[in-house]
Each structure stands twice: as structure tokens, then as C-alpha cells.
């Protein structure tokens, strides 16, 4: 079992920044993968980063590459998501996912592979 809890979400003006905090417990992670997602009322949710624990190489949406920054602490066991230049639609649930890549493969975008979830984090960007 994995347990994930969020932190960090909050209110933020438009381009402005927001960091997000994923404590992660439970077992060893080196050969799991993490993500975060983001779910606005009435969308689907959508992959926004993910990198693999052990070799840190990391993975971002179109949309937020070059603004948002996906690492993780190994003493630490937590992921962050720097968020940067925040735009009112990224306004959203915000959750921590967890898999293991030996299962399904490498495939880091798709919420269905994630087994682990946590509670998701309010992010609400103002104008």
C-alpha cells in the first residue's frame, strides 16, 4: 500500500506561482512512477506531470511544460509540482498519483494505470 497526501494548493493571482507537496508513505518507491493530475468541475481529469522515482526523468503536459517543474526528495519521500505563471484555467483539484511501471509499462498520462491517489489539493488561480 501507498499512501499520498497533498498540500500546497491555495490562491494564487494570475502569473503567479503556486508550490504543491506530495508526502508519500507506505513502501519503496524505486520502481514506481509519480504523477499529478488536475480535475476542474465538469472536465476530465487530465495528466499534468509525472516522473519515474529512480532515474527522476520527467514528463509534462504540453500545456505546462516550460512553467511547472515535477521532483522529487528521495530522503524526503515527497514529489513536488512547481507551478509558475499560473493561468486562470488551471483552476482545479489538484491530486498526487502513484503507480508501479512494472505494470502496464512506462506509460506516465494515463489516470486509469495510476493504482494510488491522493486527496486531491484546491487550486484556484484569480485574475
Known amino acids: 500500500q501507498v499512501q499520498l497526501v497533498e498540500s500546497g494548493g491555495g490562491l494564487a493571482q494570475a502569473g503567479g506561482s503556486l508550490r504543491l507537496s506530495c508526502a508519500v508513505s507506505?513502501?519503496?518507491?524505486?520502481?514506481?512512477?509519480m504523477g499529478w493530475f488536475r480535475q476542474a468541475p465538469g472536465k476530465e481529469r487530465e495528466f499534468v506531470a509525472g516522473i519515474a522515482w529512480s532515474t527522476g526523468s520527467a514528463h509534462y503536459a504540453d500545456s505546462v511544460k516550460g512553467r511547472f517543474t515535477i521532483s522529487r526528495d528521495n530522503a524526503k519521500n515527497t514529489v513536488t509540482l512547481q507551478m509558475n505563471s499560473l493561468k486562470r484555467d488551471e483552476t482545479a483539484v489538484y491530486y498526487c498519483a502513484a503507480r508501479d511501471l512494472r505494470v502496464y509499462g512506462s506509460t506516465l498520462q494515463t489516470p486509469a494505470l495510476y493504482k494510488y491517489w491522493g486527496q486531491g489539493t484546491q487550486v484556484t488561480v484569480s485574475s
Open positions: 507506505g513502501r519503496t518507491l524505486s520502481s514506481y512512477a
